[in-house]
């Protein structure tokens, strides 16, 4: 071999020695090294002992703070210093840096390692709840409370008031969200995708709110007007307000009670059955007479279910109310100027129609003797019949015609037994009852006279003098209730009628019907038969 190669062949082992020297003594370098390129937690170890590489991460940590993203981009921050935040070592470095293999460090240059590992932390957990409470956020001169969505009662009827959002947290859920994200070692969270902000329970797009408010502004525009005659009473929108219970539906209910009272009140300012009517005598008396069986009453139970149903629909209406009995006008007394007046202790009847007197006669009314005077008060003619026969205990009087108006009680033609109207007839050779009259002016009433019309019953307070009349002809003989014969018995069974005594009724009733009961003298109709059945 030659010189020069030998020395060369030394040379190169020389140098590989060297090198592998350099590389072992490195290698040994980076076995209490990180090697280049390893990066823990953000932080640049490379050539780092672990000792080292604790120590930037502490003083890492000595740097914490968590910012908390509020609402409108306002952030806040904690620093680790507030809450004692500070790292704990726990072998998880000296674990990293064990898993490198130093020999390998060349790589390292060519290829950098990332670790990730949970910096063990320590912090106090009341500090970090007093330092939360101390944000600007829980300030409560800076916090607004959310509000529901809301109905609101105007002038005009109402609105809906939007909901509020507000800005107030929820303490609970912001201190979990926040300890948890300083167990991870995070340096901000959000609060608002954290869900931490307390909400409106019921915002204004509610449906059921929604449907509340068009309940509440449909009734708000409602009214029921009432068609008193000449006068009107006005249920109006703030009262029935009252009455409502709205439920979170939207569906209403009404307070029966209130209703029946309102109805209550109506009845009793405007019914007049029952109470003292003042009137005007023909002869000029000012009289009060009892309206007994006509006037105005107020059917209260169907009335009550018919407003009812009226305001279940919602909508203003104007309304008569259902009548138990009803009168031909509405006035003063509630008689017009088309009816009959009858003064007991002047035997005389005049009758009116439209203003216009038609009739004035005698008359022969109920024998007062024998305890069957005619009844008083303010009546209604139930009824009207031609031919028809008058039955009672051992009589049938046929009559050409029947007018009754209470209780058995009635107007009637008496020429077939009658000669004689007016005067004192009545005291002791009166009628059962009945009102006898002359058979032409019977007649003119008949044909004139409707069902319905008020007859006003009453004993004036003075006598006129004596009014007796003669019809001339003798009268033929009957059986029959207006001869006053006390032999004679009223009252009966199976259908007559029941007479003596002021309004209990008379025994001149037609056969085959109740004369009139006067029980429901309203209807305008009186119980009656077939017409030939009244023949005698």
């Not at 609402?71 to 935040?85: D, K, M």
């Not at 926040?178 to 449906?207: F, H, I, M």
Request: charged share 25%; aromatic share 10%.
């Amino acid at each position: 071999m030659r010189k020069s190669t030998k020395i060369t062949l030394i040379s190169l082992i020389t140098l590989l020695a060297a090198m592998a020297a350099l590389y072992i003594g490195v290698g040994i370098y980076f076995g209490t090294h990180f090697m280049p390129g390893s990066v823990i937690n953000g932080i640049d170890c490379s050539r780092k002992t672990v000792e080292e590489a604790e120590k930037l991460i502490a003083e890492k940590v000595q740097d914490y703070s968590i910012t908390l993203a509020e609402l409108n981009g306002v952030t806040e921050t904690i620093s680790g210093n507030q809450i004692g935040f500070e790292y704990v070592s726990d072998g998880e470095v000296q674990k990293l840096k064990d898993d490198q293999s130093p020999f390998l460090w060349i790589v390292s240059y060519f290829k950098s390692e990332n670790y990730t590992m949970t910096a063990r932390t320590t912090y106090n957990k009341d500090m970090l709840k007093q330092a939360m409470l101390a944000l600007d956020c829980f300030d409560p001169g800076k916090v607004t409370k959310p509000q529901d969505a809301y109905i609101s009662e105007t002038a005009s009827g109402y609105s809906l008031v939007p909901e509020v959002t507000g800005n107030e947290l929820d303490q609970d859920k912001t201190y979990t969200l926040l300890t948890e994200a300083v167990d991870r070692g995070d340096r901000s969270v959000d609060l608002t995708s954290g869900d931490c902000y307390k909400k409106p329970a019921v915002y204004s797009n509610d449906t059921s709110l929604n449907a509340k408010l068009a309940t509440l502004q449909k009734y708000a525009r409602m009214s029921v007007t009432y068609d008193m005659g000449n006068q009107q009473e006005v249920l109006d929108s703030v009262t029935i307000r009252e009455w409502m219970d709205v439920k979170e539906d939207g569906s209403v209910s009404f307070d029966w009670d209130k209703a029946s009272e309102f109805v209550a009140s109506l009845a009793g300012k405007y019914d007049t059955i029952g109470t003292e009517e003042p009137f005007t005598t023909s002869l000029g008396e000012y009289i009060t007479v009892l309206s007994r069986t006509y006037g105005w009453m107020i059917n209260q139970e169907e009335e009550l279910y018919a407003l009812m149903d009226v305001l279940e629909q919602g909508e203003s209406v104007t309304r008569t109310p259902v009548y138990s009995e009803t009168a031909m006008t509405r006035g003063e007394n509630d008689i017009g100027d088309t009816y009959v007046e009858i003064d007991y202790t002047n035997q005389r009847m005049w009758y009116y129609k439209d203003g216009q007197l038609m009739v004035d006669t005698p008359i022969v009314t109920g024998n007062v003797s024998a305890d069957m005077a005619s009844p008083e008060g303010l009546f209604c003619l139930v009824g009207k019949e031609e031919d028809a026969t008058l039955v009672g205990e051992g009589y049938r009087t046929p009559v050409d015609y029947w007018m009754p108006f209470f209780d058995g009680v009635g107007i009637h033609d008496a020429n077939t037994w009658r000669n004689a109207y007016g005067g004192d007839i009545y005291q002791t050779n009166g009628s059962h009852g009945c009102i006898n009259t002359p058979t032409d002016k019977a007649a003119i009433i008949f044909a004139n006279i409707d069902v319905g019309t008020p007859i006003v019953c009453y004993s004036s307070s003075f006598r006129q003098g004596d009014n007796t009349i003669y019809t001339g002809g003798q009268p033929t003989e009957q059986t029959d209730a207006g001869t006053g014969d006390s032999s004679q018995t009223s009252g009966g069974e199976d259908g007559t009628q029941t007479s003596g005594g002021e309004g209990t009724g008379s025994d001149e009733a037609p056969e085959g019907t109740d004369g009139g009961n006067g029980e429901d003298p309203g209807n305008g109709e009186a119980d009656q038969g077939d017409a030939q059945d009244y023949q005698e």
